[in-house]
């Protein structure tokens, strides 16, 4: 039976309002708590980027769901040996109801550091060393490391789970696809895609979890739902490998300025009406996700809430 969660946006609201979002979730009757991993947001009208780890530790105290990073990226801007101890500490807090989101990332949050950007299919060879990386250190053994991307040196992590930190794997495309067959406890996805859990199952993937997320606004105005939608998320309508490669905020921004509020309407759901809101998640469970994240845009979220608890969930569940 398909569970449905909460996707906080790191993007869009301070810690603060994020610990509280999850505490309306748990309210609400979501299961499980998605939070993302940004050094930037995409665009300055979203306005915020705190440091996730920080969140996810408040986030233990706040609530019983489980939590994921959705996603982190372990390549460039944090070695593999450091998210793996972020991972770990937060699995014992949690504990043991946090599992690891990675993907190959964006560049802009990783190459804030100054280095080149590696084509796509680098970055999941990247990808696949930095997850050998972390397996061998959520073990609690000592280890060394001298691959082609990473060293790691008498490195040992004592502060575990009592299990090891399960790791899910974004894809984007057949060949992230693939990859997360290969190496990951489970599959992240962000489109009504079956043919990408299909890759996924035959690549490796087998009987393992698939998520996914989507993004909503609800609002008892249609029109204004859109227009919140267009001005914070027009980026998410950006064709192709954009979102890979455009380096800033404001390349976001200028590339956004090609996103029509009908566009916008065309794609995400926006308003009051709960079978609209209904039939955007059903998708999602008929492409076969086992868990659907589900996140509101923009500030009223105390009413998306009431409106997916009354009107929406229990249609759902």
Same mark, same amino acid.
């Given at each position: 039976?398909?569970?449905?969660?909460?996707?906080?946006?790191?993007?869009?609201?301070?810690?603060?309002?994020?610990?509280?979002? *999850?505490?309306?979730?748990?309210?609400?009757?979501?299961?499980?708590?998605?939070?993302?991993?940004?050094?930037?947001?995409?665009?300055?009208? %979203?306005?915020?980027?705190?440091?996730?780890?920080?969140?996810?530790?408040?986030?233990?105290?706040?609530?019983?769901?489980?939590?994921?990073?959705?996603?982190?990226?372990?390549?460039?801007?944090?070695?593999?040996?450091?998210?793996?101890?972020?991972?770990?500490?937060?699995?014992? %807090?949690?504990?043991?109801?946090?599992?690891?989101?990675?993907?190959?990332?964006?560049?802009?949050?990783?190459?804030?550091?100054?280095?080149?950007?590696?084509?796509?299919?680098?970055?999941?060879?990247?990808?696949?060393?930095?997850?050998?990386?972390?397996?061998?250190?959520?073990?609690?053994?000592?280890?060394?490391?001298?691959?082609?991307?990473?060293?790691?040196?008498?490195?040992?992590?004592?502060?575990?789970?009592?299990?090891?930190?399960?790791?899910?794997?974004?894809?984007?495309?057949?060949?992230?696809?693939?990859?997360?067959?290969?190496?990951?406890?489970?599959?992240?996805?962000?489109?009504?895609?079956?043919?990408?859990?299909?890759?996924?199952?035959?690549? $490796?993937?087998?009987?393992?979890?698939?998520?996914?997320?989507?993004?909503?606004?609800?609002?008892?105005?249609?029109?204004?739902?859109?227009?919140?939608?267009?001005?914070?998320?027009?980026?998410?309508?950006?064709? $192709?490998?954009?979102?890979?490669?455009?380096?800033?905020?404001?390349?976001?921004?200028?590339?956004?300025?090609?996103?029509?509020?009908?566009?916008?309407?065309?794609?995400?759901?926006?308003?009051?009406?709960?079978? *609209?809101?209904?039939?955007?998640?059903?998708?999602?469970?008929?492409?076969?996700?086992?868990?659907?994240?589900?996140?509101?845009?923009?500030?009223?979220? %105390? $009413?998306?809430?009431?409106?997916?608890?009354?009107?929406?969930?229990? %249609?759902?569940?």
């Amino acid at each position: 039976m398909t569970e449905y969660g909460y996707f906080l946006s790191s993007e869009e609201h301070t810690p603060a309002e994020l610990v509280e979002q *999850a505490r309306m979730a748990e309210q609400a009757g979501f299961t499980a708590l998605w939070i993302s991993d940004h050094y930037h947001p995409w665009n300055d009208s %979203q306005g915020q980027a705190p440091f996730v780890w920080s969140v996810i530790g408040a986030l233990s105290q706040a609530v019983s769901l489980p939590v994921e990073t959705a996603v982190t990226c372990p390549i460039m801007r944090m070695h593999p040996a450091v998210v793996a101890l972020a991972a770990a500490t937060s699995a014992v %807090q949690l504990g043991g109801r946090f599992r690891l989101g990675i993907g190959s990332g964006e560049a802009l949050n990783e190459h804030i550091l100054g280095d080149p950007w590696p084509e796509a299919p680098v970055r999941l060879e990247m990808l696949e060393e930095a997850v050998r990386v972390m397996r061998q250190l959520f073990t609690g053994d000592r280890i060394s490391h001298h691959g082609k991307h990473y060293t790691v040196e008498n490195a040992r992590l004592y502060t575990v789970p009592e299990e090891p930190v399960p790791i899910d794997v974004s894809a984007f495309g057949p060949l992230a696809s693939e990859v997360a067959g290969r190496i990951g406890d489970g599959f992240i996805g962000m489109a009504p895609d079956e043919s990408s859990i299909e890759r996924f199952r035959r690549s $490796g993937g087998g009987s393992k979890p698939v998520y996914a997320g989507l993004k909503v606004c609800w609002s008892t105005d249609e029109e204004e739902a859109v227009r919140t939608a267009h001005r914070l998320w027009a980026n998410e309508q950006l064709p $192709g490998e954009l979102a890979q490669i455009l380096p800033t905020p404001t390349h976001f921004e200028q590339a956004s300025e090609l996103v029509t509020p009908d566009r916008v309407r065309a794609n995400v759901t926006c308003g009051p009406d709960p079978d *609209a809101h209904v039939a955007a998640v059903k998708e999602y469970v008929d492409a076969g996700f086992d868990t659907v994240f589900i996140n509101q845009i923009g500030k009223d979220q %105390q $009413g998306f809430f009431d409106f997916y608890r009354t009107k929406v969930l229990p %249609q759902l569940t």
